[in-house]
């Protein structure tokens, strides 16, 4: 490889970060983004922030079903450059809009945030975010936001997280005082004090000290608070973990940061800690080996299909999380499933109105592509050799309905319908073993809401969506199956591929299940 373009690679590899924040909704994630991106002065928008307050956006295009309801359907990517670093956020919707999309927009992150509502603690949507970056062992930073609130006892929130997700925890930074008392925090890694001033905390005051105990704090911050500061990081000290930088790393271990971010404060030390101690983008795995994201082929892998953003266009947008090598506007990759050469001549990042077109970009950044219709979610381009990924992961649907056709004449285009949608990832479809019904099966409620949209819009299908009563589904593998063991509370469907899927309404029919079946495995996703 030329030496220039070698060098060019890894500047442009060191200098990026590439992240989801996961939260549940409320705690302060659209509040968070807004100023992270003020620190940066935001490049591009994806729209999102802003697109899911309705009112502050009457004028998107994004699909009638997105500006129906005010949210983001799905999630898009923001970037923007601090202190010599490309940042790229991905927005992952949260709420009503939730869905498989959400899920796959973690495995393009490198890293992820978790923001916790000190009052809430550790949340319904945030386990499941969680859970998804977890398996992937990526490393996660926790923000305790809405500290100017009362709220729960930092030693007590950092039990939880440990408890109920399993991952230790070490605060890079300790409160002083909380809610109506809040005067600021203490580094730890730093020893400095950050005072806030002021009614809304605006105005900082940083003050280096030589550790904790030093008289100063006493001063700005008085006796009680600074009492009390110094029993908590005294017994941090003795028995809380030290920082280690593997195991964050290794996502066995989350640095913790409070802070208030609708107040700005802590949000910029946050940024700047961040920013030195995620990893840049990492080599993926492939039937190739690891992708080294210096490999000076360009290569990369489809996450998410985006439909009909602009009801003009009755285009798709592929988003591509790129691996390796250097992207160019107008190159030629090898798609690898279809087996033909593409040039990538209309990549685009995305502004709320506007169609903003990238000509370069780096591992770690994300493009959206042009797509007529021949990207699946998965897919992998490569320059040169032919390099897939591996695949993506699959997620475990929550949500079942009975589908029918109201017209029984446009069958043809509903099967067609459910064939596409299915691929996109839009759905996920299974045939019950008795009656083939259909039915479909998502994590979140607006798959359906997206799935009858697009089955009328774009297939001119008029479907019924019957809710089923199941809330769990689990892939059996055994030797041999007896349908007549999946019937109280649970029922035996297929999936597109043939295999048997049990679904079960609550976890103690899926219990029994197991029992009567002992040989049987049961997987949350397809074998
Ligand atoms: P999201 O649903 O996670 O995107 O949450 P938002 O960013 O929309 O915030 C939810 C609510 O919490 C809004 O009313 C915010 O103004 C508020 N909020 C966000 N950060 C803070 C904070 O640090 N302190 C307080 N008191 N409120 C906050």
């Not at 001063?219 to 973990?241: F, I, K, N, R, S």
């Not at 790129?322 to 499933?337: A, D, T, Y």
Request: glycine residues 8%; hydrophobic residues 40%; negative net charge.
């Amino acid at each position: 490889m030329s030496k220039a373009l070698e060098q060019v690679l890894q500047q442009e590899v060191d200098k990026r970060r590439t992240f989801a924040i996961i939260s549940h909704p409320d705690a302060g994630k659209t509040t968070l983004t807004e100023k992270l991106l003020l620190f940066g002065g935001a490049i591009r928008l994806a729209g999102s922030v802003k697109a899911r307050k309705a009112s502050k956006h009457a004028t998107s295009d994004w699909m009638e079903i997105e500006k129906q309801r005010g949210i983001s359907v799905t999630s898009s990517v923001m970037q923007f450059d601090y202190s010599g670093h490309r940042v790229n956020i991905l927005d992952t919707p949260g709420h009503q809009d939730f869905s498989e999309d959400t899920y796959r927009t973690l495995t393009a992150a490198d890293s992820a945030v978790m923001l916790i509502d000190v009052a809430k603690g550790v949340e319904a949507q945030t386990i499941k975010l969680f859970q998804v970056c977890a398996k992937r062992g990526i490393p996660i930073f926790t923000f305790i936001n809405k500290l100017d609130r009362e709220g729960r006892n930092p030693f007590e929130l950092m039990e939880e997280i440990e408890q109920v997700l399993g991952i230790r925890s070490v605060p890079m930074n300790w409160p002083i005082g909380m809610g109506r008392e809040l005067s600021g925090v203490y580094d730890r890694m730093k020893n400095q004090v950050e005072l806030f001033q002021g009614d809304d905390h605006s105005t900082i005051q940083v003050k280096k000290v030589e550790d904790y105990r030093d008289p100063v704090i006493r001063e700005m911050a008085g006796e009680y608070l600074h009492e009390q500061l110094c029993q908590d990081l005294e017994l941090l000290d003795v028995a809380g973990d030290p920082f280690d930088l593997e195991k964050v790393r290794r996502g066995e271990l989350t640095p913790v940061f409070f802070g208030s971010a609708v107040n700005n404060f802590g949000v910029q030390t946050f940024l700047e800690n961040f920013l030195q101690l995620a990893p840049k983008p990492e080599p993926r795995r492939s039937t190739a080996g690891l992708v080294e994201p210096t490999n000076e082929k360009f290569s990369g892998y489809v996450f998410k299909i985006q439909a009909n953003m602009n009801p003009a266009h009755r285009d798709r947008i592929a988003f591509l999380r790129i691996v390796s090598g250097k992207f160019e506007r107008g190159m030629s990759v090898k798609h690898v499933r279809a087996g033909k050469e593409i040039k990538l001549s209309q990549p685009q990042q995305f502004l709320a109105q506007d169609r903003d077109i990238v000509s370069e970009a780096y591992p770690g950044d994300i493009i959206g592509l042009f797509d007529p219709g021949i990207f699946r979610i998965g897919d992998s381009l490569s320059q040169g050799s032919e390099i897939v990924f591996d695949e993506l992961p699959t997620f475990s649907p929550e949500i079942f309905a009975k589908v029918t056709v109201k017209n029984a004449l446009k069958h043809k285009q509903y099967q067609k319908g459910i064939d596409q949608l299915t691929e996109e990832g839009t759905i996920q479809v299974f045939t019950t073993v008795s009656f083939e019904d259909t039915l479909l099966g998502v994590v979140g409620q607006l798959q359906f809401e997206v799935f009858e949209y697009r089955m009328k819009g774009e297939y001119g299908v008029d479907v019924q969506l019957q809710r089923m009563p199941f809330q769990f589904a689990r892939w059996i593998v055994a030797d041999n199956i007896d349908p007549s063991k999946f019937r109280i509370n649970s029922t035996l469907v297929k999936d597109k591929k043939g295999n048997y899927v049990a679904l079960f309404e609550n976890e103690y029919a899926m219990r029994t299940a197991m029992e009567k079946n002992p040989d049987a495995k049961f997987l949350e996703t397809a074998p």
